[in-house]
């Protein structure tokens, strides 16, 4: 069994979410049911999804999970877009939190790369 704690990817993605959490604290309140939910669901499914497939027993099931959390991240990476086009995050912060998420989509990539070769 995979201990996820060990995987840099997953330290990643965790603080990724934890700054999501921060900055969506700043967003307009009537958007607590919207955008912020939508964000930090996508946030957290990154490192949930990743822990999930830890406790999987084939290399197959653990890359299905692999493939969620990436599909969680571009999701994840269309809700920062969105952000900065409606003012609610500046430019500075959009771009700091795509850097964060396309390190973690290329690490999710190469793992699930990995994966495939074994």
């Known amino acids: 069994m995979r201990d996820f704690k060990r995987y840099e990817v997953w330290e990643k993605s ?5 700054h999501i959490f921060e900055v969506t604290k700043s967003f307009p309140s009537d958007e607590k ?3 912020i939910s939508q964000m930090q669901r996508a946030a957290y499914s990154i490192p949930s999804n990743f822990a999930e497939g830890c406790g999987r027993r084939s290399d197959k099931d653990f890359d299905r999970f692999i493939q969620i959390s990436l599909g969680s991240a571009h ?3 269309y809700f920062v877009i969105l952000s900065k086009d409606l003012n609610f995050i500046d430019i500075t912060v959009s771009s700091t939190l ?3 998420i396309n390190m973690v989509k290329k690490q999710l990539f190469s793992l699930s790369q990995k994966l495939k070769q074994l």
Do not use: A, D, S
């Open 14 to 18: 965790h603080r990724l979410t934890l």
């Open 33 to 35: 049911f919207r955008i």
């Open 75 to 77: 999701e994840l990476e």
């Open 98 to 100: 795509i850097e964060e």
